[in-house]
């Protein structure tokens, strides 16, 4: 198993720019979720899903869309990029949402907005 | 999920045990216990989680107290590559408030010294 995989793992944007970047996992879980970590924050939620045709947001969803048509991908997509977007993205899964599984999480995006 | 407190940083001397102790004073009885640790740059990785058991598994040891009000996470053998912020992370595992959602705090450094 490949785990779960991010790519790009660094991207330079301008702003304004929009761009996708792609999460995806071999290991058949059901949920999924994106995160963002910026200096001295820690980790917050951006979007998550549950399940393929099923999405909802975080704590920190405004610039960015998601969708889920598979189960095994849950691509992030910002629509208008901004310099507070600069962060490191992580994707994650799990394989239920409910009881007491472990996230296995990507090795992030390092996203730069100038 | 309920709050969690954990000393911003630790030392620890190479082969010895290193103890990571975390307060949850407000844990509710069908909320787990859980522990991730994120090595720099990388993205976190699941170490080992509890309700109200002692755990065991290849990685480390969790002891957490009686009342459930806080716990301890045992590397029993430390090593240089454990250098890393360690995340102690209360969450519901199942039920209407669990929504996969891990909330990061600030986490405990732990530096392993030769």
């Known amino acids: 198993n490949a785990g779960v995989t991010q790519t790009p793992k660094f991207q330079v944007l301008k702003t304004g720019q929009s761009m996708t970047l792609q999460c995806a996992q071999d290991?058949?879980?059901?949920?999924m979720s994106w995160y963002r970590q910026d200096p001295g924050m820690g980790l917050r939620l951006i979007h998550y899903?549950?399940?393929?045709?099923?999405?909802d947001q975080g704590e920190v969803p405004n610039g960015y869309n998601v969708s889920r048509s598979t189960t095994e991908d849950f691509p992030l997509r910002l629509l208008s990029a901004a310099p507070s977007q600069t962060s490191v993205y992580f994707c994650a899964s799990s394989y239920s949402y409910q009881y007491s599984y472990e996230q296995y999480f990507g090795p992030g995006t390092r996203l730069t907005v100038t | 999920d309920a709050k969690t407190t954990q000393p911003p940083s630790m030392d620890c001397a190479e082969g010895r045990a290193a103890n990571l102790p975390c307060n949850h004073s407000t844990i509710s009885g069908n909320e787990y216990v859980y522990w991730y640790r994120q090595i720099h740059s990388q993205g976190p990785q699941y170490i080992i989680h509890g309700l109200k058991n002692n755990e065991t598994n290849e990685m480390a040891s969790l002891i957490i107290t009686e009342d459930r009000k806080s716990s301890t996470l045992i590397l029993p053998h430390a090593t240089l590559r454990d250098t890393a912020v360690y995340y102690c992370?209360?969450?519901?595992?199942?039920?209407?408030?669990?929504?996969?959602?891990?909330?990061f705090g600030q986490g405990t450094t732990l530096q392993v010294k030769p």
């Open positions: 899903s549950v399940g393929a045709g099923i999405t």
């Open positions: 992370i209360v969450k519901a595992a199942h039920g209407s408030s669990n929504t996969g959602k891990l909330i």
């Open positions: 290991m058949n879980h059901e949920y």
